[in-house]
């Protein structure tokens, strides 16, 4: 078994250039702070690891796995063609919220409705990141660029705090087709703040997970069920 620390501050100076751009839009603080740049690690990965590296998980540290990650790492051999990063659905209304605007003007978009039919949005707490194909991908690096970014920012009134998960979410209301929809057993995400924040009556159209967990995500500091 071989292990490879990366220098968090080397990553950074990488990573800085490429998404520099999109942080003003994604990022919680008001303007661009180097720093923040690292919340942005996943969408530029594949600009950043040795070409050798053509598969990746990346996940939250507020998990618990109840299965082997192994089982995980097969997912990656059910992405349709053109999917570049596999991810489940946010399980809260956070996004019903963010694009509140957008959903406004548009009265019958599936933009922030709840599953399945709905596009909630996505949570980055677990991620497959098929680098290879995000290298390959013609239209996904268009999507990195700032004017693709200012764009896609404008046309949904998107204004966000929560980094790649951000950029994510609205590339996927652009281009589904990027996406491999993880099942929300893989990241059963706990936090319930929106529910007592103005959205409790479609609260559980978001939160409900069928079948057996087999990642907990204890996300915004929820405690995780012991075993």
């Not at 690292?38 to 939250?60: C, Y």
């Not at 980094?163 to 990241?187: A, I, S």
């Amino acid at each position: 078994c071989q292990v490879i620390v990366h220098d968090v501050n080397e990553l950074t100076e990488k990573l800085f250039p490429i998404v520099e751009a999109m942080q003003k839009h994604f990022s919680a603080g008001s303007g661009t702070y180097y720093s923040d740049s690292i919340f942005f690690l996943s969408v530029a990965m594949h600009r950043i690891m040795p070409k050798e590296i053509t598969r990746i998980i990346q996940v939250d540290l507020d998990l618990k796995y109840k299965t082997n990650i192994r089982d995980l790492f097969d997912e990656f051999d059910s992405f349709p063609e053109g999917a570049v990063i596999g991810i489940a659905r946010e399980m809260q209304p956070v996004y019903r919220h963010t694009f509140w605007q957008y959903r406004r003007e548009n009265p019958q978009t599936k933009v922030g409705e709840p599953p399945p039919d709905g596009l909630p949005g996505f949570n980055s707490g677990v991620l497959l990141l098929n680098l290879e194909a995000m290298r390959q991908s013609k239209l996904y690096n268009q999507l990195l660029e700032p004017t693709m970014v200012q764009k896609l920012t404008e046309k949904y009134h998107f204004k966000g705090h929560l980094g790649d998960q951000d950029f994510f979410t609205m590339v996927g209301m652009e281009h589904p087709e990027l996406f491999h929809v993880l099942d929300c057993t893989w990241n059963r995400q706990l936090c319930t703040w929106w529910r007592d924040h103005g959205y409790s009556d479609v609260f559980d159209l978001y939160f409900q997970c069928e079948g057996e967990v087999r990642i907990y995500h204890g996300n915004c500091n929820t405690p995780i069920p012991e075993d």
